[in-house]
């Protein structure tokens, strides 16, 4: 069982930064694709951002530019830098790890990102 746990979330003034933090339990990084997702309110979880274990990276065209996935496996540990932050990316943000050896996925708690104007 991986557990998993973000961090990093808050309050951001329109233009601001965040980084996100989602910490697994264990070293699962190096064989598993690490998604973020977001979920603001009356809305459905939305793609954001991947890192697979060759890291490649892939975004969602809404963050492309602005936002930055990257892992350090000796942390377990994978980031979500984010940039010039915008009111409508006030959400909830979850992390998802997919272990490619039995392709189960694992999800964090969410982290809440609000974004003012």
């Known amino acids: 069982q991986v557990r998993l746990v973000e961090s990093g979330g808050g309050l951001v003034q329109a233009g601001g930064s965040l980084r996100l933090s989602c910490a697994a339990s264990?070293?699962?990084?190096?064989?598993?694709?690490v998604n973020w997702y977001r979920q603001a309110p009356g809305e459905q979880r939305g793609f954001i951002a991947s890192?697979?274990?060759?890291?490649?990276?892939d975004y969602a065209d809404s963050v492309k530019g602005r936002f930055t996935i990257s892992r350090d496996t000796a942390k377990n540990t994978v980031y979500l830098q984010m940039n010039n932050l915008k009111p409508e990316d006030t959400a909830v943000y979850y992390c998802?790890?997919?272990?490619?050896?039995?392709?189960?996925?694992?999800w964090g708690q969410g982290t809440q990102v609000t974004v003012s104007s």
């Open positions: 264990g070293s699962i990084f190096s064989v598993a694709t």
């Open positions: 890192i697979t274990s060759g890291d490649s990276t």
């Open positions: 998802e790890v997919v272990d490619h050896r039995t392709l189960k996925d694992y």
